[in-house]
């Protein structure tokens, strides 16, 4: 059982940023590939961003591409998502979530991830 914990979050004013932070607490993570969803309310849980096991692929939603960084650090068992250029339209929790180590594909399907975090709240102010 992988357990994810997610922080960063907070209040930050459109154009602000804000680094997301991804904990896990297996080793098998490092061979994990990682996703951040977001859920605004009222909408349904949305990918933004998945990385491969050590980086080599990344994928970016649409709506983030150019926003957003994601990254790791397998010795920190960490992922990050630097989330630069806000909109209000950027509030909602934010997830991380592992699919299975043996996985190696980023998808975009919430149901292909096998572990989530608790989530992390960022609000973006007009």
């Known amino acids: 059982q992988v357990q994810l914990v997610e922080s960063g979050g907070g209040l930050v004013q459109a154009g602000g940023s804000l680094r997301l932070s991804c904990v896990a607490s297996e080793r098998t993570f490092s061979t994990s590939v990682v996703g951040w969803f977001r859920q605004g309310t009222g909408k349904e849980r949305e990918f933004v961003a998945g990385?491969?096991?050590?980086?080599?692929?990344?994928e970016y939603a649409d709506a983030v591409k150019g926003r957003f960084i994601i990254s790791r650090d397998n010795a920190k068992k960490t992922v990050y998502l630097q989330i630069g250029s806000l909109k209000p339209e950027d509030t909602a929790i934010y997830y991380c979530a592992t699919r299975a180590s043996s996985i190696a594909i980023i998808s975009r399907r919430l149901e292909d991830y096998s572990y989530w975090g608790q989530g992390t709240q960022v609000t973006v102010s007009s």
């Open positions: 990385i491969s096991w050590f980086g080599g692929r990344i």
